[in-house]
């Protein structure tokens, strides 16, 4: 069965440094998503992505955040100057069109010290 | 904005027995009420969906119910087993948008 999948899983990078998150969504699927998870707490939307444009984006998903799709497979989330509160987990998570159902990948673990 | 509330936050149980968890929502507009299960350190993974036309959804030991009225939606799950054990999340998306507003997770244990 196709997965999303994305690289690292875990980062470790220091406060003011940027970092790109990279994902591959599952092959067929055409709307993609990033989402946050801090530890212990609830998982957050950030941006959604369609037609190689954000469709939508949350108040989180400020002027440090973009997200690319530099080719045919892979979606990246970068984060220019990291903050320690970017400390997260973040998801990707890609769906076909036309349905609701959302795919998630393994998440990415970023740590900023 | 949507704003999704779940209850309880932890909840245990016996092995063989039901765990129910509760979900409110804000937005009459929303449409499509998933739950995901996240085991420690990994993904979360759709176990169950409801669309806002349907009141009640089963899969086996799993089943969702969905009160369009009151704007709640809860999940059930019956004869309860170990590989239970994990946190559940209840979301939901507002029509004519696709992101997903989560709820704050339940931890279920359960207890052999």
């Known amino acids: 069965e196709p997965e999303v999948t994305q690289t690292p899983s875990h980062q470790v990078t220091q406060m003011g440094q940027e970092v790109i998150l990279r994902c591959v969504p599952i092959?067929?699927?055409?709307?993609f998503y990033w989402y946050r998870q801090i530890l212990g707490q609830k998982v957050e939307f950030l941006v959604s992505?369609?037609?190689?444009?954000?469709?939508?984006k949350s108040e989180i998903f400020d002027d440090q955040f973009s997200v690319e799709r530099p080719d045919g497979s892979n979606f990246t989330l970068k984060i220019r100057s990291t903050k320690l509160e970017d400390s997260a987990m973040y998801f990707c998570?890609?769906?076909?069109?036309?349905?609701?159902?959302?795919?998630f990948g393994p998440g990415t673990r970023l740590t900023v010290t | 904005g949507e704003n999704v509330e779940q209850h309880p936050s932890t909840l245990s149980v016996q092995e063989g027995d039901s765990a129910v968890i509760k979900c409110t929502y804000s937005?009459?507009?929303?449409?499509?009420f998933p739950w995901y299960k996240q085991e420690l350190g990994k993904r979360p993974q759709l176990i169950i969906d409801?669309?806002?036309?349907?009141g009640e959804k089963k899969d086996q030991r799993i089943a969702v119910t969905l009160n369009k009225t009151a704007k709640h939606f809860s999940l059930h799950i019956t004869e309860t087993q170990p590989e239970d054990s994990a946190v559940y999340f209840c979301?939901?998306?507002?029509?004519?948008?696709?992101?997903?507003?989560f709820g704050t997770g339940t931890r279920l244990t359960i207890i052999p």
């Open positions: 998570a890609s769906k076909l069109a036309g349905v609701h159902e959302q795919y």
């Open positions: 979301a939901a998306i507002t029509q004519g948008n696709e992101k997903l507003t």
């Open positions: 409801i669309r806002s036309n349907v």
């Open positions: 992505f369609y037609n190689n444009e954000i469709s939508e």
């Open positions: 092959s067929n699927h055409l709307y």
């Open positions: 937005d009459s507009a929303s449409s499509y």
